[in-house]
């Protein structure tokens, strides 16, 4: 299984970016997917998740009614739409399938795997 994050850069607070996350090696469609975030010197963290069939979506408190994830199960993707940045938004944001096929959403990282390299995020005040 391998994950290619992209979308990732430098943006003003109250700046917007969009992820990518492209998966291959899996059948994607039957997978849950997660977003999660990892500053420095912190642990890594749940932002968001989305069903394998894109009907249910979760997202962290500090992130609701701000972020947005979505699928393309067609192109084996999965995106993250960040709007109205804060610097505390800056991390490392890596993407991961739920390590068992089928199975919900989940906040913890434990039940994901197949972590990939991330992309940063940097949010500037």
């Known amino acids: 299984v391998q994950l290619q994050a992209s979308g990732g850069g430098l943006v003003q607070a109250g700046g917007s970016l969009r992820l990518s996350c492209a998966a291959s090696g899996l059948t994607f469609s039957r997978y849950a997917m997660g977003w999660f975030r990892q500053a420095p010197g912190k642990e890594r963290e749940f932002v968001a998740a989305?069903?394998?069939?894109?009907?249910?979506?979760y997202y962290a408190d500090s992130v609701e009614g701000r972020f947005t994830v979505s699928r393309d199960n067609a192109k084996n993707t999965v995106y993250l739409q960040m709007n109205s940045l804060k610097p505390e938004d800056t991390a490392v944001y890596y993407c991961a399938p739920r390590l068992l096929s089928s199975a919900p959403p989940s906040r913890n990282p434990s039940d994901f795997g197949s972590w990939g390299q991330g992309t940063q995020v940097t949010v500037s005040s």
């Open positions: 989305i069903r394998w069939s894109g009907g249910s979506t």
